[in-house]
């Protein structure tokens, strides 16, 4: 079993920053990937990016260079450190934990690949 906890969402306008954390507590050490994914109103839930116990990364091309994952050694806290935000970006961003998989991710960034979920954190981008 593994909880996640998001935090640090908010309201910026197009153009700023936020940094988004998810602390995992459980059996958090059996989790090889960990990802971020979001969904606006009326939207489907879509990845914005991934990282495995190597630290290795991958990001949607929509937040690709604007985005950046990153977790600590003890993998209990992941962030998204979010710059140059646009009003697309609006949506509520959750953290997910991969526990099938114990080093590698899952090639594709779908929601159905991670069988953990915290319960959201809402980010809003005016322009």
């Known amino acids: 079993q593994v909880q996640l906890v998001e935090s640090g969402g908010g309201s910026v306008q197009a153009g700023g920053s936020l940094r988004l954390s998810c602390v995992a507590s459980?059996?958090?050490?059996?989790?090889?990937?960990m990802g971020w994914f979001r969904q606006a109103p009326g939207k489907e839930r879509e990845g914005v990016a991934k990282?495995?116990?190597?630290?290795?990364?991958y990001y949607d091309p929509s937040v690709k260079g604007r985005f950046t994952i990153a977790q600590d050694n003890a993998k209990n806290t992941l962030w998204l450190q979010m710059n140059s935000l646009k009003p697309e970006d609006t949506a509520m961003y959750y953290c997910?934990?991969?526990?099938?998989?114990?080093?590698?991710?899952?090639?594709?960034?779908?929601?159905?690949?991670?069988?953990?979920w915290g319960q959201g954190t809402q980010v809003t981008v005016s322009s």
């Open positions: 997910a934990a991969d526990t099938t998989r114990t080093r590698y991710c899952a090639s594709a960034l779908r929601p159905s690949d991670y069988n953990y």
């Open positions: 459980g059996n958090k050490y059996s989790a090889g990937c």
């Open positions: 990282i495995n116990t190597a630290g290795s990364t």
